[in-house]
């Protein structure tokens, strides 16, 4: 259970986050490649969870009570593999490894090479329904008692896949209290935005229909973060389900929104020093 989100908290998440959105970028610069946008625009959330509301251990990563973090968008794995590096899960000397052979640090998630990485991931849409499979068994195997929490991580541009409607209509009907879905609603994909490829909206009452709780939130607004976490572990009689509003690319303001960054590391020399530059600015705040 996580601590009051104080204003002194609120401060070191804050620098924790541009941190953690410094070490995305120079990772992406040295790898060239690598997805570059919702990774700076989930160093928010990320940091929230892992520095605030999960409970796990960085020095037990196979805690049998510890919170379980299903990232269904596996591409935005930079973000990932930093907010750990950063939580002490490996040193943080070991990011510029990225994408590299022999790495632990592969372009998608590999379980099995990395500590407390709970499942691989590369394939959209399937993360949610790994995820409700995960609670279900907790609660088969613990009763609706268990502490465990379930987090599942999901882009907006995955909701295209019908494996992830088909997970939602399952924990809708389990009830899956313990189940928190955190979609990324950063409006982009690789080859456009989302409302102009595959329109999503109304999105709040999609999820409402498959008896989810809804709640939507700024994404980069840490009090907001808390509020919508803590709403939906107070509910006990369905999953929660939160829309994230994001920036993608957030911290380059040259990039921001811009969907041409979905999945493309600054690889020319201007876009190096326009990255670099704001990697200065962050730390220099």
């Not at 939906?232 to 921001?256: H, N």
């Amino acid at each position: 259970m996580s601590t009051a989100l104080t204003e002194e908290k609120i401060a070191l998440l804050t620098k924790t986050a541009a941190e953690i959105r410094c070490s995305v970028i120079e990772m992406l610069i040295e790898a060239k490649s690598g997805h570059l946008a919702g990774s700076l625009g989930m160093a928010d959330i990320f940091t929230y969870l892992y520095f605030h509301a999960l409970k796990h251990d960085p020095k037990k990563p196979s805690w049998e009570y510890r919170d379980r973090l299903v990232l269904s968008n596996g591409h935005i794995c930079p973000v990932l593999y930093a907010t750990m590096a950063h939580a002490g899960y490996f040193p943080v000397s070991e990011l510029t490894s990225l994408r590299k052979l022999g790495s632990h640090l592969q372009g998608h998630p590999h379980r099995e090479w990395l500590p407390a990485l709970e499942t691989s991931s590369g394939p959209l849409g399937s993360g949610l329904s790994q995820a409700v499979g995960m609670a279900l068994a907790d609660r088969i195997d613990n009763g609706r008692t268990s502490a465990k929490q379930f987090y599942c991580l999901m882009s907006d541009g995955e909701l295209n896949e019908g494996n992830s409607w088909e997970g939602a209509m399952l924990a809708g009907k389990e009830k899956l209290h313990n189940l928190t879905a955190i979609i990324d609603r950063n409006n982009i994909q690789i080859d456009g935005y989302t409302e102009d490829i595959m329109p999503l909206n109304p999105l709040v009452d999609k999820w409402r229909a498959w008896n989810w709780h809804v709640q939507e939130c700024d994404g980069h607004n840490f009090r907001d973060i808390d509020r919508v976490i803590g709403e939906a572990r107070a509910v006990s009689d369905r999953p929660s389900v939160i829309i994230a509003y994001t920036i993608p690319s957030k911290g380059i303001p040259e990039f921001e929104r811009r969907f041409e960054w979905h999945g493309k590391a600054p690889t020319t020399k201007e876009e190096i020093e326009i990255a670099m530059k704001a990697v200065e600015r962050m730390r220099n705040r």
